[in-house]
């Protein structure tokens, strides 16, 4: 897939502005669920930001005023059988995981409701920045369903066990004010700012080394990984470092006291 084909897509809107790539998912009637379709298009654009050199960093957000993504769609639900289901939750996993393992940073600019797989889809981005009105949650068992493209593990990882199974036993939603104190987002900001304040986030972390922001993404994620040991691998990667052209001209700019040109 290449940038001039993405019109073609059905479910999501994309732009690309100043090296960064904004997705925009398009189900503003539906609340942006995540049907199939739109599983199906984001794999596509996730294809493109791994090839592209263009995009240097991605904001996903959500079509209109009401919602981020008010998760997966429910009416999918009801033709799916045991083994069916553990494939969608399995799908889903991957998908939200090349968004986390990704080496360009991630942003989810939370304009509405972000439930069940919308908050698990802000919560595989890097970072999020939610508006005023956002409200998060993960009401599945108020479907008598717990959530399954990795909420249990990422909600935990952010907000603490406490918190988390409080949030996924009740079904209670937060609001933005409440999900910036619990930690589940950085920032708040009000519906009119919040692209551009993800955008300006953004222009500040790829004007820094490509390689080390990536490293970074890397070194943190392996904090939550079984079997791997983040302080070895924050090691390996520090290493790495140091045969970069990247880092012979951060550090080269620092001492000839002007500024770095990673681009
Ligand atoms: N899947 C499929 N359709 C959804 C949806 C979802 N997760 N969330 C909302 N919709 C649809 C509604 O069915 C409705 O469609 P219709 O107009 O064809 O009837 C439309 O989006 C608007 O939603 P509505 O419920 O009328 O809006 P609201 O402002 O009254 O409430 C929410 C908004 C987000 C609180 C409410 O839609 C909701 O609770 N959604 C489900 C959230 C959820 O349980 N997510 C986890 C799924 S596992």
Redesign the pocket.
């Known amino acids: 897939m290449e940038l001039n084909t993405l019109h073609s897509l059905s479910t999501l809107l994309v732009s690309l502005q100043q090296s960064i790539l904004t997705i925009t998912i398009n189900r503003p ?3 942006n ?1 995540l049907n199939r379709t739109v599983f199906q298009e984001l794999e596509k654009v996730l294809d493109l930001v791994d090839e592209d050199k263009q995009i240097r960093a991605v904001v996903i957000t959500g079509a209109g005023n ?2 981020f993504v ?6 999918e639900f009801t033709s799916l059988d045991q083994t069916a289901a553990k494939q969608l939750a399995r799908h889903g996993q991957l998908v939200f995981e090349r968004i986390e393992k990704n080496s360009k940073p991630f942003v989810a600019a939370v304009n509405g ?1 972000a ?3 919308g908050c698990e889809l802000a919560m595989a981005c890097h970072i999020r920045i939610a508006v005023e009105q956002a409200k998060f949650g993960q ?2 068992v ?2 008598g ?1 717990i959530p399954g493209y990795g909420g249990t593990q990422r909600l935990t990882q952010l907000v603490g066990k406490g918190k988390a199974l409080e949030l996924m036993m009740s079904g209670n939603m937060l609001t933005a004010t409440e999900a910036l104190q619990w930690g589940l987002v950085n920032h708040v900001c009000s519906a009119e700012e919040v692209i551009e304040k993800a955008c300006q986030l953004l222009a500040t972390i790829t004007a820094k080394g490509p390689g080390a922001v990536s490293r970074v993404i890397t070194a943190v994620n392996a904090s939550f990984e079984k079997g791997i040991d983040g302080y070895s691998e924050e090691v390996r990667l520090f290493g790495e470092c140091f045969g970069t052209d990247e880092m012979k001209e951060g550090v080269s700019a620092f001492l000839e006291k002007r500024k770095p040109n990673f681009n």
């Open positions: 009637d539906k609340m669920a009401k919602a008010a998760g997966a769609d429910i009416s409701f439930l069940g797989g009401p599945e108020n479907l369903l």
